[in-house]
């Protein structure tokens, strides 16, 4: 029997997550596993990847072979180059928290006013104009 560590599809349409498995290779996508050994969740910023390394190990030193997406979500948290005997890469980055806006005080706001707004009206300002021109373009030609 061929065992392979494959992802099993979960979630709606257009928010996919998914769980690695171990799982007969002979068996659909998202039928029956063995054994859950992580999760992995791509829509979220940064996305989520969580995997059990010891079960990896046991598996992949049983002789389970990942498929290609599941090699490089190996890849990437180590537990790979961990089986093979290969240094291990950089960790992941992990994204600060961000808050939703910035704080009045974190953009060095004072409390000082400046003022009221004065809007002024833009058609008594054209009225006002318009016999001033005349006028002075009347005085410019005499």
């Given at each position: 029997?061929?065992?392979?560590?494959?992802?099993?599809?979960?979630?709606?349409?257009?928010?996919?997550?998914?769980?690695?498995?171990?799982?007969?290779?002979?068996?659909?996508?998202?039928?029956r596993?063995?054994?859950?050994?992580?999760?992995?969740?791509?829509?979220?910023?940064p996305?989520?990847?969580?995997?059990?390394?010891?079960?990896?190990?046991?598996?992949?030193?049983?002789?389970?072979?990942?498929?290609?997406?599941?090699?490089?979500?190996?890849?990437?948290?180590?537990?790979?180059?961990?089986?093979?005997?290969?240094?291990?890469?950089?960790?992941?980055l992990?994204?600060?928290?961000?808050?939703?806006?910035?704080?009045?005080?974190?953009?060095g706001?004072?409390?000082?006013?400046?003022?009221?707004?004065?809007?002024?009206?833009?058609?008594?300002?054209?009225?006002?104009?318009?016999?001033?021109?005349?006028?002075?373009?009347?005085?410019?030609?005499?």
């Amino acid at each position: 029997m061929a065992v392979k560590i494959k992802l099993k599809r979960l979630g709606k349409i257009r928010s996919p997550h998914y769980r690695i498995v171990v799982a007969d290779s002979r068996t659909r996508r998202d039928g029956r596993a063995i054994e859950e050994i992580g999760k992995y969740h791509p829509t979220y910023n940064p996305s989520v990847i969580e995997v059990d390394g010891e079960r990896v190990a046991y598996w992949l030193g049983v002789g389970a072979q990942p498929t290609e997406p599941v090699l490089a979500i190996l890849k990437k948290t180590g537990d790979w180059q961990k089986f093979k005997g290969e240094p291990a890469p950089a960790p992941l980055l992990q994204q600060a928290e961000k808050s939703a806006r910035p704080s009045f005080e974190a953009l060095g706001g004072e409390d000082e006013g400046k003022g009221e707004a004065i809007t002024q009206k833009k058609k008594a300002e054209k009225k006002d104009e318009a016999p001033a021109e005349s006028s002075s373009s009347a005085s410019t030609e005499a």
